[in-house]
């Protein structure tokens, strides 16, 4: 059974820089979609940076298009989300998910979750 535990989000300011990790144990990310999920104060869970393990290829929002990296440890079978200027509208507790070949935004089409952790950006 493959679990996920994400960790490094904080309290950091605007134009400053987080590093999420996620990582998985019981099995290997290979044959996964890994997507990361925000979560605002009241609003639903929206995916923001999707990885297809197998091919590499990477996918993000337009939100978040050119400030967020994702990508993979495989020694440590770890998925990195590195955030760059960081902005207020990117509050929200983040969510790394494993699911099944075929890349989806939806959260239903996960079936691993992680806990979460919470991002803010305020001064």
């Known amino acids: 059974q493959l679990q996920l535990v994400e960790s490094g989000g904080g309290l950091v300011q605007p134009g400053g820089s987080l590093r999420l990790s996620c990582a998985a144990s019981?099995?290997?990310?290979?044959?996964?979609?890994i997507t990361w999920f925000r979560q605002a104060p009241g609003k639903e869970r929206e995916g923001i940076s999707l990885m297809i393990v197998r091919e590499n290829g990477t996918y993000y929002r337009d939100s978040v298009q050119g400030r967020f990296t994702i990508s993979r440890e495989v020694a440590t079978e770890t998925v990195y989300l590195q955030m760059n200027s960081l902005k207020p509208e990117d509050t929200g507790v983040y969510y790394c998910?494993?699911?099944?070949?075929?890349?989806?935004?939806?959260?239903?089409?996960?079936?691993?979750w992680g806990q979460g952790t919470q991002v803010t950006v305020s001064t």
């Open positions: 998910a494993a699911g099944p070949w075929g890349a989806s935004w939806q959260p239903g089409h996960y079936g691993f």
């Open positions: 019981g099995g290997t990310l290979d044959d996964y979609v």
